[in-house]
């Protein structure tokens, strides 16, 4: 069995101070064997603001698999933007922006769906998909395959298609095979659905998880949430813990549960 901890949109330049002590001690009382963070670790990209996050990330268990999302590249400063966008990025988070874990339970794969020229949406390109498909598809059966990016693949039909990163039609046909969870954030909003939701792609009914923003007073008209997921394949539990400011305390709002067969996910 895998406990990985989904955390995104930190935000730090925009955090709930209340909530950071109070987060940090469920996660360590948690005990993950993975923290995969979604992207947007901070609000405009400056360096204190990276220095922020990256004392929050080391005071986390480890091992850790983040990747960027829109807010980490600079958004005023033009030339930085253009140029060098991710450099404070690589330089206080990770120099990795393929970062790949695997273990005999799971693998994941992070990819970096961000562009500089655009200020919110995101996008991913064939060879960042060709390469998902060489990481992930040389594993044995048995392994519950993830990715993880900023920008999600999939969202419930109620979600206008220009929510979901760019070229998310293209990437879902090729992947239908080849990955089992994706995890995403961007949105502030928790969410656990099915890629056959909108997407009706044939052999494609991988699972599709959203994380709230953990940490950012910017919320959406939904409460400060992180996921646990729990892996014990062909298995996989979802628990969404929610900030309830009146105790200083999140605590597990929902939990839906899932079980794979012949490659197709069920709730329980």
């Not at 990985?4 to 940090?24: E, K, N, Q, Y």
Request: with cysteine.
């Amino acid at each position: 069995m895998r406990t990985i901890v989904h955390l995104s949109d930190l935000h730090f330049g925009a955090t709930d101070d209340a909530i950071m002590s109070p987060l940090r001690d469920i996660v360590r009382k948690i005990g993950p064997d993975l923290i995969a963070v979604s992207g947007d670790l901070t609000q405009r990209a400056r360096t204190r603001q990276f220095q922020a996050a990256r004392e929050f990330l080391d005071a986390l268990p480890k091992p850790q698999l983040i990747v960027p999302g829109n807010h980490d590249i600079p958004a005023y400063n033009l030339f930085s933007r253009f140029f060098h966008p991710l450099d404070k990025y690589r330089r206080y988070i990770t120099a990795e922006l393929r970062p790949f874990y695997a273990d005999e339970e799971l693998a994941i794969v992070g990819v970096n769906t961000a562009r500089s020229w655009t200020i919110k949406g995101g996008r991913i390109n064939t060879a960042q998909v060709a390469w998902i498909i060489e990481k992930l598809g040389q594993l044995r059966e048995g392994i519950t395959k993830i990715v993880i990016s900023h920008h999600p693949f999939e969202l419930p039909p109620s979600y206008k298609p220009e929510d979901l990163v760019g070229r998310s039609r293209m990437a879902m046909e090729l992947l239908a095979s080849n990955v089992d969870i994706f995890l995403a954030g961007h949105l502030h909003f928790g969410n656990t659905g099915q890629s056959v939701q909108r997407l009706n792609i044939q052999g494609n009914n991988a699972l599709i998880i959203q994380a709230g923003t953990a940490t950012s007073y910017r919320m959406r008209g939904e409460t400060n949430s992180f996921n646990v997921i729990r892996i014990d394949h062909p298995s996989i539990t979802v628990e969404r813990l929610q900030w309830v400011a009146e105790t200083s305390v999140f605590n597990i709002c929902s939990t839906e549960r899932f079980l794979q067969t012949k490659n197709i996910w069920s709730r329980k």
